[in-house]
């Protein structure tokens, strides 16, 4: 079993829709990061977290230390927000361990 | 300017030819960080470095070096080169241990 588990694999929508991908992971973690890859292969930070939630403009990001999960919401979805979204947990100081991410196709 | 470059962004090679991955930053980060992406695999942690004194193996090291030339600069090298290390990878940098990771464009590596 992989320590981070992604959910849903592949998610298409339409523009506008309101997206949650999900990551649960079975060990202690210290932060979870959540990465967006964009078509072109390059990966952005998005959020860092360790309790409670965060906001960037349209992307909201919670965690449930308890539960062993986060979620990554994008609100009023748009065709740019297509990518594949990546979940991190951090364990101590230093170690990431990658899920395999959730490939997002928002259609106009 | 981008702050954390690779170079080669390409590049086919031979098996057992020696392959150096070069990355660099303009970020002041301490810490340095080497990745590879293989489909449907999430990214695995190759090498890491605090400082150019502090290198540190990774979960996929064998196979695999690098070097610290300075703060700014991080190679990786294949020593010789094997066709399952065709990958994407992935030079990333930090700074200390509690925050957002930087990451480079990636460098896409062929072996035949």
């Keep these: 079993k992989n320590e981070v588990e992604q959910s849903p694999q ?19 973690i210290s932060a979870l990061h959540w990465l967006q890859q964009h078509p072109g292969g390059g990966i952005v930070s998005l959020f860092m977290l360790s309790s409670g939630k965060k906001k960037h403009g349209r992307l909201i990001a919670t965690i449930n230390i308890q539960e ?9 979805s748009h065709p740019r927000d297509s990518a594949v979204y990546i979940c991190a947990v951090q364990v101590g100081n230093e170690k990431l ?12 | 300017d981008a702050d954390v470059t690779q170079t080669p ?21 301490d810490r340095m960080y080497w990745y590879r992406q ?4 999430g990214l695995r942690l190759i090498y ?12 996929i090291s064998d196979g695999y070096s690098v070097s610290r030339q300075a703060q700014a600069k991080f190679s990786l090298s ?10 994407l990878y992935f030079c990333a940098t930090r700074k200390g241990s509690y925050n957002e990771q930087f990451f ?3 460098t896409r590596l062929t072996v035949l």
Excluded: W
């Design chain 1, 10 to 28: 592949n998610l298409t929508a339409q523009e506008g829709e309101f997206i949650t991908i999900n990551c649960s992971y079975s060990v202690g």
């Design chain 1, 68 to 76: 062993k999960h986060s979620s990554l919401h994008i609100t009023a």
């Design chain 1, 97 to 108: 361990t990658f899920g395999t991410g959730t490939r997002l196709t928002i259609i106009p």
């Design chain 2, 9 to 29: 962004r390409n590049r086919i090679t031979k098996t057992g030819k020696r392959i150096m991955l070069e990355c660099s930053q303009t970020k002041g980060h």
């Design chain 2, 38 to 41: 293989d489909p449907g695999l």
């Design chain 2, 48 to 59: 890491y470095s605090f400082d150019v004194k502090d290198i540190n193996k990774g979960e």
């Design chain 2, 78 to 87: 294949l020593e010789s080169a094997i066709p399952n290390q065709t990958a």
């Design chain 2, 104 to 106: 480079g464009p990636g």
